[in-house]
């Protein structure tokens, strides 16, 4: 049906050519339902470039709920939201509100990411009716940079009650479920799916289920590891392998991809206990 | 002089819900006149204000009639304001007012008699006499009048004609507030004491309005009606304190807080007396605006957020982090309530701690266990879903050798390591390293964070 409109505004177009310049200044406000759509609010780039090319406007929609799906309640979160949040933290200034997350996030590793310590507070709640209410509290506060919920159990009607609330108070709304949910209907502007990569464990496969523009043929690939951890490991491989060599026995398939890499551990900082010792 | 007298007509309004009715106290709304002048009095049942001193202060007479009527105290309920010579005047012009008959034309001598207070029990008498208004006494001779009715009557008339000075007890501000109020009925439940508590927290933001002060911590306390109940003794009160971090005048704010912790008191006995006072109150700056956008967010403040979610979920629910200079992951950084987010450490060893906590090499993984988990051995592997594969590794960590039961008991000695696990992903676990002293001797691997 959308390639019927489009044909037919096509056809206007050259039949009619004084609604040329109407139809170039409705193009603006009209959106095809085959191309991305624009953002009407303020976006919050994600931090990563393959990412933002795929959502509306380049960035999380802010004053929207964005619903990512996972297996485990933990899984890739920050890898996903941290760079937006440092973000919006640094934009707002205000704490990023964390309700019910699985387990206690570790301050020192995300400030190593840029989200500094003091920008986070945590409400723990067992109860779904607690953490619906925590939530939209936090919501209607001026103060907020951002709201990460952890709501397993909720029902549409509640998920909708909160969109409205970020869409009033314009706050980044992030709402954590499990993949079960993927095929109910939900309120949320856009939708993401996260797995891991069956063929390769460093990887992030991402399904974005629902977004303004055409379906996704092929998941987004995101590094699953940051820059550190992906030098830290091609490292630590580079040294078994030629520990192996050295041993006469090279295993099979570990071969070629590694790079030799450089870490800088010895800049800075002031505890040698903190440093890294990469043995093989 | 000059007089203003005041009266509100709760009853007058039959539209509206009860709760709508609610008064301030009449302390309070005496509070609210000394704005105008510093002479404000209770008489029978209105509030005289004399005003001849101030009245060009506020623009005239008329004017500052209308703007004590636009400055109700209590929006919902019917003001009623009348003027006069001297306070009897005024107060006869009220009732007058009040009956909605018209005002006489000689101003105090053909007021009706019913409308001076020290005549009404001489009423039916001086009817039969034939004396209908203030004039018709005035001219029974004097000494007649006081040896017959007493001595207030007539004092009373030479007062109305101001030829008698006036005395009357002027009402101060207090410097602490504290309010009783007797409760309409037996309230059993603390939502019940709600209704009444509103009442004394509408006279309070009066009492901080005419102070200049923000609210910092209240206290409600509620008299029990039983000396024992079941066979128990109970205390003469019970109590429960709000505090807010911020000064206040907003009672919207208060009354919130006052009412979750309500709803989770439990009453020992009925209760029949309410009594506010303030705990904690600071000079109030006035509430400063901006044209800027960034500081016009709509929304509450983050002070009254943190408050609300800590009173309904409790204080250990609503927690931020701070930094702490030590190398065992689980003490590396605390948990404090936010309701103390700002009493925070000295300033020094939070830069400590804080430079501590953002090194930008370590790897930390982003989730940690809020306790290690001891894993299954599988021979030589420990295993977490799976069998562990061991890529990064040792980081070692030796600390707390110089602790105590508080400091985490005993000495931590132990190899960091990332491991592989073939359903979780990348997790960080440790083996805590057999030391000749403190551990028996077999190899303990334990899980403490996710990379996911």
């Given amino acids: 049906m959308k390639y019927c409109m489009k044909i037919q505004l096509t056809v206007f177009a050259m039949g009619l050519p004084f609604l040329d310049s109407f139809s170039n200044a409705a193009g603006r406000g009209v959106w095809h339902a085959d191309e991305l759509g624009l953002a009407d609010a303020q976006v919050i780039a994600t931090g990563h470039a393959a990412l933002d090319a795929q959502l509306p406007g380049g960035g999380w929609p802010v004053g929207a709920m964005t619903e990512l799906l996972q297996a485990a309640p933990e899984a890739h979160v920050w890898r996903l939201l941290l760079p937006g949040l440092a973000q919006a933290v640094q934009a707002r200034g205000g704490p990023v509100v964390l309700v019910g997350a699985p387990y206690e996030p570790c301050g020192a590793s995300l400030a190593a990411q840029g989200l500094p310590v003091e920008s986070l507070m945590c409400v723990r709640s067992e109860a779904p009716a607690a953490r619906l209410w925590a939530c939209e509290q936090a919501l209607r506060c001026a103060d907020v940079a951002a709201v990460v919920a952890w ?31 993927a095929l109910s209907a939900s309120p949320a502007r856009l939708r993401l799916r996260a797995e891991c990569c069956e063929a390769d464990a460093s990887q992030i496969e991402l399904h974005i289920l629902k977004r303004r523009g055409p379906p996704l043929a092929a998941p987004v690939l995101l590094p699953a590891r940051n820059e550190r951890m992906a030098a830290l490991l091609a490292a630590a491989r580079l040294r078994r392998k030629l520990r192996h060599q050295q041993q006469g026995t090279v295993p099979a398939g570990e071969t070629a991809g590694a790079r030799v890499v450089r870490i800088d551990a010895w800049k800075g900082g002031q505890h040698a206990l903190d440093r890294l010792a990469v043995v093989a | 002089m000059h007089w203003i007298a005041l009266r509100w007509l709760p009853e007058a309004i039959t539209s509206g819900s009860p709760e709508a009715q609610a008064l301030p106290t009449p302390e309070a709304l005496g509070w609210w006149a000394l704005q105008y002048t510093p002479h404000v009095a209770w008489q029978d049942e209105a509030l005289m204000l004399e005003v001849s001193a101030c009245e060009r202060l506020w623009g005239g007479r008329l004017q500052l009639m209308r703007q004590l009527v636009a400055a109700n105290p209590a929006p919902d309920v019917r003001m009623l304001g009348t003027q006069g010579a001297t306070s009897l005047i005024a107060l006869a012009r009220l009732r007058l007012f009040v009956r909605e008959e018209k005002r006489p034309a000689d101003m105090p001598a053909g007021l009706p008699l019913d409308t001076l207070s020290a005549a009404r029990e001489h009423l039916d008498l001086l009817a039969r006499l034939g004396c209908r208004t203030w004039g018709d006494v005035a001219a029974l001779p004097r000494g007649g009048l006081t040896r017959r009715f007493g001595a207030e009557l007539r004092a009373a008339l030479d007062t109305a004609w101001g030829l008698r000075p006036e005395s009357h007890a002027w009402l101060t501000l207090p410097d602490v507030f504290e309010q009783k109020l007797e409760l309409p009925a037996l309230a059993e439940t603390g939502p019940e004491l709600m209704w009444s508590a509103n009442r004394l927290l509408s006279a309070l933001q009066i009492w901080l309005r005419a102070r200049q002060r923000g609210a910092r911590s209240l206290e409600l306390q509620w008299t029990l009606d039983l000396k024992r109940f079941n066979g128990v003794n109970l205390p003469p009160h019970q109590q429960l304190t709000v505090r807010t971090a911020e000064p206040t005048q907003d009672m919207a704010h208060l009354r919130r807080l006052l009412s979750e912790k309500l709803a989770l008191a439990t009453l020992a006995a009925p209760a029949s007396w309410l009594r506010l006072r303030t705990l904690e109150t600071d000079p109030w700056a006035g509430a400063s605006t901006s044209f800027l956008p960034e500081d016009n967010r709509k929304g509450d403040r983050l002070h009254e957020m943190v408050e609300r979610l800590s009173v309904r979920l409790g204080a250990q629910q609503v927690v931020v982090p701070s930094a702490q200079a030590d190398h065992r992951p689980e003490r590396k950084q605390a948990w404090r309530p936010a309701l103390h987010m700002n009493s925070s450490q000295p300033a020094k060893s939070a830069r400590n701690d804080r430079a501590a906590a953002s090194q930008p090499d370590a790897i930390y993984p982003p989730w940690l266990l809020p306790e290690p988990l001891l894993l299954e051995m599988d021979g030589e592997r420990p295993c977490y879903r799976g069998p562990l594969s061991k890529l990064v590794g040792p980081q070692r960590v030796e ?36 030391s000749a002293r403190f551990s028996s001797g077999e190899v303990r691997w334990y899980l403490q964070g996710f990379y996911a």
């Avoid at chain 1, 009607?157 to 499990?178: I, M, S």
């Fill in chain 1, 151 to 181: 709501l397993p159990q909720a029902r549409v009607g509640e998920l909708r009650r909160l969109q409205l609330a970020a869409a009033q108070h314009e706050l980044l709304l992030f709402v954590c479920r499990p993949e079960s949910v």
């Fill in chain 2, 399 to 434: 600390a707390g050798w110089w602790g105590d039961k508080e400091e985490g008991g005993q000495p931590a000695m132990r190899d960091y390591y990332v491991a592989e696990s073939p359903e979780a992903g990348l997790v960080w676990i440790f083996r805590e390293r057999p």
